[in-house]
């Protein structure tokens, strides 16, 4: 089916920009984009439907490329902690942060977590967002990562919405390998990862590389046994200090290294080397009260692509909304609206591995797009979350978000 979507102005954000087209026009067959570009200058269209956008300015399907939204239970009692002083490292190492969410997932029903976290992705649905990612790394065995995945794979079935599953069975020790980190990655390797992939549940293995969580050795174990299997690496880097897994995840030709506030200048070289997406996390910086600021020049100065995302968990970024980590991204780490904008379209689809397909509005691409009612793609940025009004097409099928129950 043939669609003519007029009456429009685009920001394509091919090349990472805003690449306007005013007055556009946006032919669609079926679920991929065949032609786009100014209306003086389209082609024919016969007979197809014609759908009026009535001046909207349309962007790609926004795409949240680091989220943790299938957990059980939630830590507010934590956040109340925190905020009277109690660092999220000091109570990690007292067994809570990621080992009581784990408890909590381990003991909820795969229905369970299907039922909250489709809440979560139709609240990020509402927003404009067309694909997302959600980790596993709250099961840390076998059944329980299984589980997970599972979830994340029947939202991708269940919902009009492109869902990327990636394993961080590397996220944190679980109580039963107390004091034996290095048995537990022999169990990822060995055992978990080989299953899982196996069941076709893993599209990306991410780990936590920290010094509350693995360590660099560990974590290339990891990444070798991910290589062997065939698939992409992502990394939790340099969030609370400075390991320098990022350089090891662009060793490791990595989709992303993620976080990234205590990077330097050598691992952004790194990463710009093996094109390694730097996905920023704001939500996380502000929960944490984070002062140090991922080095943004470094970044821009060796052409690393950046993106943004939701790092949407009950831990560190109790984040339900995408769009206000534009404000963030713009807000805390001085990017640019444009800048923030490319981060949760085209450079979210490559830390995906998804930049053929998604993240641009351009001829051959997913018909993924959204209709802002807004007077220019600053405000995506500028107004502070809240339901800007929208228009969402996935597949070239214009949804309503509010009608999926
Ligand atoms: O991305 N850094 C590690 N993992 C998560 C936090 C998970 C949690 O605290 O539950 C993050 O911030
Ligand atoms: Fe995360």
Redo the contacts with the bound molecule.
Sequence with gaps: MKKRWQHCHAATMAGGKYSVIEDAVILTDGARIEWIGPRAAAPESGDCERVDLDGAWVTPGLIDCHT?LVFGGDRSGEFEERLQGVSYAEIAARGG??AS?VRATREASEDALFDTAKARALGLMREGVTALEVKSGYGLDLANERKMLAVARRLGEALPLTVRATCLAA?ALPPEYANRADDYIAYVCDEMLPALVADGLVDAVDA?C?HIAFSTQQVERVFRCARDLGVPVKL?AE?LSSLHGSTLAARYRALSAD?LEYMTEDDAIAMAQAGTVAVL?PG?FYMLRETQLPPIDALRRHHVPIALAS?L?????PALSLRMMLNMGCTLFRMTPEEALAGVTIHAAKALGLQSTHGSLEAGKAADFVAWRIGRPAELSYWLGGALPNRVVRGGVEIDVARIA
């Excluded at 968990?313 to 970024?317: H, V």
């Design positions: 943790h942060g990621i969410t996220h936590f920290e939790h969030q976080h996390l996380a790092d968990n009950p831990g560190t970024s």
